[in-house]
């Protein structure tokens, strides 16, 4: 009985490794329009004081549907946002930060 459980498990573990590597070479052969898609934008950001505030701002700027990443820069003051301009805009992510008490803005490339 045990052994046919643990041939059972190793059948089952060979499959589902078989689905993730088929799975990680769907996300390979995206077309290369999807990534060109993507915008970057600077922000400058208000009220950081302390290494929490960053942790804070990169939260609520990443939980606006569309952006794909973000980095902020505490010493620097600035955090810069990827995005699809499809689904969302630097307005609302600025706003985002802004509703997290952190007020942010554009600033020009």
Do not use: W
């Not at 934008?41 to 960053?54: D, G, R, V």
């Amino acid at each position: 009985m045990k052994k046919t459980l643990l041939i059972g498990l190793a059948a089952l573990a060979m499959a589902g490794g078989g689905v993730a590597l088929a799975l990680g070479g769907a996300a390979r052969d995206r077309p290369a329009g999807v990534a060109a898609a993507q915008k970057q934008t600077t922000f400058a950001i208000e009220n950081m004081t302390c290494a929490a505030c960053p942790i804070t701002v990169r939260k609520a700027m990443e939980g606006v549907a569309g952006v794909s990443a973000v980095s902020v820069d505490f010493a620097a003051k600035t955090a810069r946002a990827s995005y699809d301009p499809q689904r969302t805009s630097a307005a609302r992510i600025a706003a985002a930060s802004t509703g997290a008490g952190y007020p942010a803005h554009a600033v020009p490339n």
